[in-house]
């Protein structure tokens, strides 16, 4: 359900890399704003200097929705948790993602701080599993899954149709071409997709050509491209679409 328009939303690239740090870039991380709204998508490695770098105030963020549990989509976890807990955060943050969610931050928190999660936080802080064809609501943020297809190991995947003040942003997240991209992303204001070659179909990630065969059916009023390897990077100059570079701000 969409609530009535209100003043512009803003899309951050804080991180639009692929997992390598292709063209120098950091790893995903979107923050989005609205008047009330303020959630990041994604939180890879690289996240906590990245957001830093861009000034942005972390104590603001009330939700982190993660996508998939690869380290370049959900390894800066630890080190944003840790960052709060030093910085004395008091505002409850929840984190959201795919089912074993709680089990795959326990581990990765043990694996690059021994102890840290045991530690209990000062703040109030919710790790919730999402689910396909279960939409939930983080106050005014409606979320809902779409499964996707990027390999066996590192899911469940999932791509995200995330409804807020009156805006609809979907974001791919890694996967090779499947039809649940259409209605994740059907009409939305703004559809961040991964375009991780150019023609070159692989298993597990999608290419530019492969996306635009369905661009016409997923009817999106705005694309931006993201998680780019070399391959496309190379390319920049002589793409049709708007493509991500990190700080960059998209308002919609
Ligand atoms: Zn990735
Ligand atoms: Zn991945």
């Given at each position: 359900?969409q609530?009535?328009m209100?003043?512009?939303?803003?899309?951050?690239?804080?991180g639009c890399?692929?997992?390598?740090?292709?063209?120098?870039?950091?790893?995903?991380?979107?923050?989005?704003?609205?008047?009330?709204?303020?959630?990041?998508?994604?939180?890879?490695?690289?996240?906590l200097p990245a957001?830093?770098?861009?000034?942005?105030?972390?104590?603001?963020?009330?939700?982190?929705?993660?996508?998939?549990?690869?380290?370049?989509?959900?390894?800066?976890?630890?080190?944003?948790?840790?960052?709060?807990?030093?910085?004395?955060?008091?505002?409850?943050?929840?984190?959201?993602?795919?089912?074993?969610?709680?089990?795959r931050?326990?581990?990765?928190?043990?694996?690059?701080?021994?102890?840290?999660?045991?530690?209990?936080?000062?703040?109030?802080?919710?790790?919730?599993a999402?689910?396909?064809?279960?939409?939930?609501?983080?106050g005014?943020?409606?979320?809902?899954?779409?499964?996707?297809?990027?390999?066996?190991?590192?899911?469940?995947?999932?791509?995200y149709?995330?409804?807020?003040?009156?805006?609809?942003?979907?974001?791919?997240?890694?996967?090779?071409?499947?039809?649940?991209?259409?209605?994740?992303?059907?009409?939305?204001d703004?559809?961040?997709?991964?375009?991780?070659?150019?023609?070159?179909?692989?298993?597990n990630?999608?290419?530019?050509?492969?996306?635009?065969?369905?661009?016409?059916?997923?009817?999106?009023?705005?694309?931006?491209l993201?998680?780019?390897?070399?391959d496309m990077?190379g390319r920049?100059d002589?793409?049709?679409?708007?493509?991500?570079?990190?700080g960059?701000?998209?308002?919609?």
């Amino acid at each position: 359900m969409q609530g009535p328009m209100q003043g512009p939303m803003r899309v951050r690239f804080v991180g639009c890399g692929d997992a390598f740090g292709s063209g120098g870039r950091y790893n995903t991380c979107f923050h989005v704003t609205g008047e009330s709204a303020n959630f990041l998508i994604d939180c890879g490695a690289s996240s906590l200097p990245a957001l830093k770098r861009l000034g942005i105030v972390r104590d603001d963020i009330d939700l982190i929705l993660i996508t998939h549990f690869h380290g370049d989509h959900f390894g800066g976890l630890p080190f944003l948790l840790l960052d709060a807990q030093f910085t004395r955060r008091t505002r409850p943050l929840v984190i959201a993602g795919p089912k074993g969610i709680e089990t795959r931050l326990t581990q990765v928190m043990e694996a690059l701080f021994e102890n840290s999660s045991r530690t209990k936080q000062r703040f109030d802080l919710s790790v919730v599993a999402l689910a396909p064809g279960q939409p939930r609501s983080f106050g005014a943020v409606n979320v809902t899954p779409f499964p996707v297809v990027h390999g066996e190991s590192g899911g469940p995947f999932l791509a995200y149709r995330v409804e807020t003040e009156g805006r609809v942003i979907a974001y791919s997240a890694d996967t090779e071409w499947t039809e649940t991209l259409i209605p994740a992303a059907r009409n939305a204001d703004l559809f961040i997709a991964e375009a991780y070659y150019y023609d070159k179909v692989v298993k597990n990630h999608l290419s530019l050509t492969t996306l635009e065969a369905h661009l016409a059916e997923i009817k999106a009023k705005r694309l931006v491209l993201t998680h780019m390897s070399d391959d496309m990077l190379g390319r920049l100059d002589t793409l049709a679409h708007t493509t991500a570079s990190d700080g960059m701000t998209v308002e919609i």
